[in-house]
């Protein structure tokens, strides 16, 4: 029903950028919260940021704080993900994922949970170099 797309990956060298784009279609955009995850061979997905539907409350792991910011575009369908400072240990794949739209308001507890996504994106690779 909702299919995401992710997209602007890439190699950096350290410290520098890179934005993150997930396209949405499906419907439904403007009610779903939406978040980041990443993952890398041999650990768990982890929780990166989000951003609730309505007001676009930001939630972020300690580790992006301050570095990574999550935003949204409504009117694109589309959520992004603006990546600065980037060190090597944030190499990963980074998936997109929405929050059903029935689900009680996003909370910080509920916004690092991947059981939390009902809809997964297929993922865009982030290499940081040294």
């Known amino acids: 029903q909702v299919q995401l797309v992710e997209s602007g990956g890439g190699l950096v060298q350290a410290g520098g950028s890179l934005r993150l784009s997930c396209a949405a279609s499906g419907g439904t955009f403007r009610n779903r919260a939406m978040g980041w995850f990443r993952q890398t061979p041999g650990k768990a997905r982890e929780f990166v940021a989000a951003i609730s539907r309505n007001l676009g409350i930001t939630y972020y792991r300690d580790s992006v704080k301050g570095r990574f910011t999550i935003s949204r575009d409504d009117a694109q369908n589309t959520v992004y993900l603006q990546m600065n400072s980037l060190k090597p240990e944030d190499t990963a794949i980074y998936y997109c994922?929405?929050?059903?739209?029935?689900?009680?308001?996003?909370?910080?507890?509920?916004?690092?949970?991947?059981?939390?996504?009902?809809?997964w994106g297929q993922g865009t690779q982030v290499t940081v170099s040294s």
């Open positions: 994922a929405a929050r059903p739209a029935t689900f009680a308001p996003m909370s910080s507890v509920a916004a690092r949970r991947g059981s939390e996504y009902d809809y």
